[in-house]
């Protein structure tokens, strides 16, 4: 029976952690962009890590959520490197990168309207045929809700998980900064998500900062560690989800140490049991 799984995403500052304690690591996800321009050596080395543990890889910059095609060549990469390592799974953003030849420089979301829903499926459609299988979509943190959007985010987000077959990814941490920021709740959000299409998680941390006209906004940083709402929420998802989850934790600077990580993998174990059991009793009553 396949099970629910913790894992964390690779980093090399961490990787001496992650190897030592494979035995409390279910998964490890690394991010796609690190090896597009690999060597054999680089590559060899992420072969020998498939061997110990599954892992799953995570892209960041194809920038499928747009009207516009996205690039072959970044379709190319990630197709040589699915097949090469023979990764578990891929995952992108629901997010644009780049546009009129110019490169953003970071995850944007674009107005949320029938155009983008388009072009966003059209372009997911694109990557499972070049890359021979479909990605998880992953939800984005906005620190603004864009203009001219029609279509609340949780709405766009089920029109192109129906239209395009793809699984969720949901990203928790940015389900609660979304919903602090722009002012709605963020376990009626995660309830909206069709369950049976959550196939990951990803937990983060993240801090308060100060917008231009002095609110304050809960910044997604991958900087700290998840919040105790955020174990709340992953609960949330494992008491509806009929199917197994495979959690991540990302972490990207301000390392704690490794013990305090797998802590973190422990309390989200944790709370993906109280979830089960509240979805075994619901569903023996």
Same mark, same amino acid.
């Given at each position: 029976m396949v099970r629910d799984r913790v894992g964390i995403g690779w980093r090399p500052e961490l990787a001496a952690g992650v190897l030592a304690h494979l035995d409390r690591i279910d998964v490890v996800g690394v991010i796609a962009e690190d090896y597009f321009e690999a060597g054999a050596r680089q590559i060899e080395a992420l072969q020998t890590l498939a061997g110990f543990v599954p892992v799953v890889v995570h892209g960041?910059?194809?920038?499928?959520?747009?009207?516009?095609?996205?690039?072959t060549r970044r379709l190319d990469h990630l197709a040589r490197l699915v097949e090469r390592v023979r990764l578990e799974s891929w995952s992108e953003h629901l997010a644009f990168v780049r546009g009129g030849g110019l490169e953003i420089g970071h995850l944007a979301a674009p107005p949320r309207i029938a155009a983008t829903v388009e072009g966003t499926v059209a372009n997911l459609r694109r990557a499972r045929a070049v890359v021979g299988t479909a990605p998880l979509v992953e939800n984005i943190a906005t620190l603004i809700d864009p203009p001219g959007s029609s279509l609340t985010e949780?709405?766009?987000?089920?029109?192109?998980? @129906?239209?395009?077959?793809?699984?969720?990814? !949901?990203?928790?941490?940015?389900? &609660?900064?979304?919903?602090?920021?722009?002012g709605y709740d963020a376990r009626s959000f995660v309830r909206e998500m069709p369950a049976d299409r959550i196939g990951m998680i990803h937990l983060a941390g993240g801090r308060w900062i100060s917008a231009s006209g002095g609110e304050r906004r809960l910044l997604d940083d991958h900087l700290h560690d998840v919040p105790d709402v955020v174990y709340g929420l992953l609960e949330e998802v494992a008491a509806a @989800?009929?199917?197994?989850?495979?959690?991540? !934790?990302?972490?990207?600077?301000? &390392?704690p140490a490794m013990e305090d990580l797998l802590a973190q993998l422990d309390a989200a174990r944790r709370a993906m049991a109280r979830g089960r059991r509240r979805r075994d009793e619901r569903c023996a009553a």
């Open positions: 960041t910059s194809l920038g499928p959520a747009s009207a516009v095609p996205v690039e949780a709405d766009w987000i089920q029109q192109i998980l @129906a239209l395009s077959g793809c699984p969720l990814l !949901l990203d928790l941490h940015n389900v &609660y900064a979304n919903a602090l920021n722009h @989800a009929p199917g197994p989850l495979t959690v991540i !934790l990302e972490r990207d600077g301000r &390392y």
